[in-house]
């Protein structure tokens, strides 16, 4: 991971029990209204299937097949806006 980009994990032994999608749901939400932001992006690892499983329960849409720099080319791209996030959890 390169500097300056945050990361955290879930113990292998919590999985499954929906903290992740908790945390990236208060992450968005968080996003959007204290930073005031018009579109949160995801760069996820196409083989994390719970990673990708998220992305896709929070509403957010692959916006690019392929990113443009070598060092994301494992990964997918994934975006959600302000009003697209609101529409899928109701605001």
């Given at each position: 991971?390169?500097d300056?980009?945050?990361?955290?994990?879930?113990?292998?032994?919590?999985?499954?029990?929906?903290?992740?999608?908790?945390?990236?749901?208060?992450?968005?939400?968080?996003?959007?209204?204290?930073?005031?932001?018009?579109?949160?992006?995801?760069?996820?690892?196409?083989?994390?299937?719970?990673?990708?499983?998220?992305?896709?329960?929070?509403?957010?849409?692959s916006?690019?097949?392929?990113?443009p720099?070598?060092?994301?080319?494992?990964?997918?791209?994934?975006?959600?806006?302000?009003s697209?996030?609101?529409?899928?959890?109701?605001?």
């Amino acid at each position: 991971m390169a500097d300056g980009y945050p990361t955290r994990t879930v113990r292998r032994d919590r999985w499954r029990e929906g903290l992740g999608t908790e945390a990236c749901d208060a992450a968005v939400t968080w996003g959007f209204a204290a930073l005031n932001l018009d579109d949160i992006v995801t760069f996820t690892n196409r083989g994390n299937a719970g990673m990708n499983g998220i992305a896709r329960t929070l509403g957010m849409t692959s916006k690019v097949r392929r990113p443009p720099s070598a060092l994301w080319k494992d990964n997918n791209v994934c975006a959600t806006s302000r009003s697209e996030s609101e529409t899928h959890t109701g605001g």
